[in-house]
């Protein structure tokens, strides 16, 4: 019963509304109901057999890729000022296999992006299969990515950044927007 307990605490935000750490928490949340949407969509389109038969799926995947275009502002507010931060605290190894991290989920998405926008000059079958393996490589990507950012470096971040730095951070991280 203790782990289960355990577990609902990890899933609660700890820091509070407005706080950066609660931002960046929010915003994995949103990142991965939008690679459960991407894995969806993209079965949608396998499942429709025919070019023809999945014009409202292919809507979705481009609203989908939007988003996840959207998002590049994440990466930078954390590798551009809370990385700095951490660092400023003598945490470096985390900060620096995040951003490796950040770099291979920029080529994912990558990926994502070019098929998304050549998908009419492809063959249906070439499509849909480099479509179902760009999405599960993007969606486990972020979810590995996103727990290690969630429990090993924003606990650290928590723990070593002092109050008024975190005033200095939500600035900085509203001018990257």
Request: without cysteine; glycine residues 4%; aromatic residues 10%.
């Amino acid at each position: 019963m203790s782990e289960v307990f355990d577990e609902k605490k990890k899933e609660e935000n700890p820091a509070p509304a407005g706080h950066p750490i609660h931002i960046l928490l929010e915003e994995h949340r949103v990142l991965l109901e939008f690679a459960g949407k991407l894995r969806d969509t993209a079965k949608g389109i396998m499942d429709a057999k025919d070019p023809d038969a999945f014009s409202e799926e292919l809507e979705k995947l481009s609203q989908i890729t939007e988003h996840f275009k959207a998002s590049a502002s994440h990466y930078l507010r954390e590798e551009n000022v809370l990385f700095p931060y951490l660092e400023k605290h003598g945490i470096t190894q985390p900060p620096v296999v995040m951003w490796i991290e950040h770099d291979k989920i920029r080529e994912i998405e990558k990926e994502l992006f070019e098929l998304v926008d050549k998908y009419d000059n492809m063959a249906f079958q070439a499509f849909t299969g480099q479509l179902d393996a760009v999405s599960l490589s993007l969606a486990d990507m972020l979810a590995s990515h996103f727990y290690k950012e969630n429990n090993i470096l924003y606990t650290a971040a928590l723990r070593v950044i002092e109050e008024g730095e975190w005033n200095e951070i939500r600035r900085e991280f509203d001018e990257i927007g």
